[in-house]
């Protein structure tokens, strides 16, 4: 059973001692996923999660999200813009990239709970925790 206690993952065996479970920050976890799809030399300025549904249609029906939905990672590099295929279920492995966007275009600026961004090739959504990561993306100057 897995439970939070004073902000770190502990899981209870059996035992009445918990063991410490190894926590990884998603942003770290998208950058060491993305790693094989680089180019040599090449280092990541950003990373970042998306989603091809918008999330407000679960107003309507959470099957629409469940058939529909499929998470995209974008890797933002010094040379070129990636968005890359995650699957249906999980934000954090990087598949295969689908698209390779130049690095000279600008993301957007992002604004609302989920944001609609159509500048990558694709109509993706953007959760709020990930904006902070949209807004240096585009603050970087290209060269």
């Given at each position: 059973m897995w439970?939070?206690?004073s902000g770190r993952q502990y899981l209870w065996a059996h035992s009445d001692t918990p063991r410490k479970v190894q926590a990884v920050a998603l942003?770290?976890?998208?950058?060491?996923?993305?790693?094989?799809?680089?180019?040599p030399g090449e280092t990541i300025q950003?990373?970042?999660?998306a989603q091809t549904t918008s999330q407000y249609f679960a107003l309507i029906s959470v099957w629409i999200i469940i058939l529909t939905n499929a998470?995209?990672?974008v890797v933002?590099?010094?040379?070129?813009?990636?968005?890359?295929?995650?699957?249906?279920?999980r934000m954090t492995p990087v598949k295969e990239v689908?698209?390779?966007?130049?690095r000279g275009v600008r993301i957007g600026q992002p604004s609302g709970l989920w944001w609609r961004c159509e500048s990558l090739g694709e109509r993706?959504?953007?959760n709020k925790r990930f904006h902070k990561d949209v807004n240096a993306a585009d603050a970087v100057p290209t060269a």
């Open positions: 439970t939070l206690w942003r770290d976890k998208l950058r060491e996923n993305a790693a094989h799809v680089l180019q950003s990373v970042f999660c998470y995209r990672v933002v590099t010094d040379r070129r813009i990636l968005v890359c295929a995650s699957g249906r279920f689908l698209r390779e966007v130049p993706l959504y953007i």
